[in-house]
């Protein structure tokens, strides 16, 4: 009898032990955080976006996916401001207001209908724009297809809408943007510009909505920031030696195999 209780305790103490490092303060999950948040800012300085769609479904696992996304915007902004910082110079102004407004104002609205729809959709909601950011890395495009300005446009309100709702619109957003035929430096600096703009306009909502819950998660959001910062810093040294070719498909098959978990996931 005593050896069987031992036994018990022992089950018991390990299986205490393995949901303590799970937990979203332990430190091997906020390890896990600052490196997936390093790689996702490595991932964000070459190819202009990364960060919500690697560090949103590692979150979704301790987190609700509203919360996990409010999370997220915080590390996102901090990451995104310091990059264009450093491209400022080659951001096109033209596009940069014409893609960014609509972008914009679509991320605001996305943030502001997102308690409007349950936990599962929004789980399936992510996992299918990060199925759409696969195909944009993938295939460059959506199969190579240039869209024309108006649809571009479009493409832009609905990135950001997507952005605001569920956290993720960076292939939509690389997809409109292809449209203007931008050189690569060019076209990094002015994604980065649009979505500090949607970040600008969403985060405040989010915010408001789960502004409490937050300091309770200083900690997790402090590392994941670190993460991103130490990334957007150091990817381009990092992950230039890359061909750009190869690059894309291993960011793309990556981030697609995300999004068919996440979707399954909802279903």
Known sequence: ?????????????????????????????????????????????????????????????????????????????????????????SVDRPTFLRFGLLSAAGGLGGALLQSTLSGPALLGGLGSLLIATALASLTGNFGGRQSATPVALVLGLISGFFGGLVGNQGGLRAAGLLAFDLPPRVFLATSTAVALMVDLARTPVYLARAGAQLWSLALPIAVAAAGCLAGTVWGERLFLRMGPATYRRLVGAAVGAIGVWLLARAL
């Open 1 to 89: 009898m005593d050896t069987v209780s031992h036994v018990r305790n022992e089950s018991y103490t390990s299986h205490l032990r393995l949901r303590r490092a799970c937990e979203i303060d332990s430190p091997i999950f906020l390890l896990a955080l600052f490196a997936l948040g390093a790689l996702s800012g490595s991932t964000a300085a070459v190819v202009g976006f990364g960060i919500g769609s690697l560090l949103t479904p590692l979150l979704t696992l301790r987190l609700s996916p509203e919360l996990a996304i409010a999370v997220v915007a915080l590390p996102h902004l901090l990451a995104t401001a310091v990059r264009l910082l450093r491209h400022a110079a």
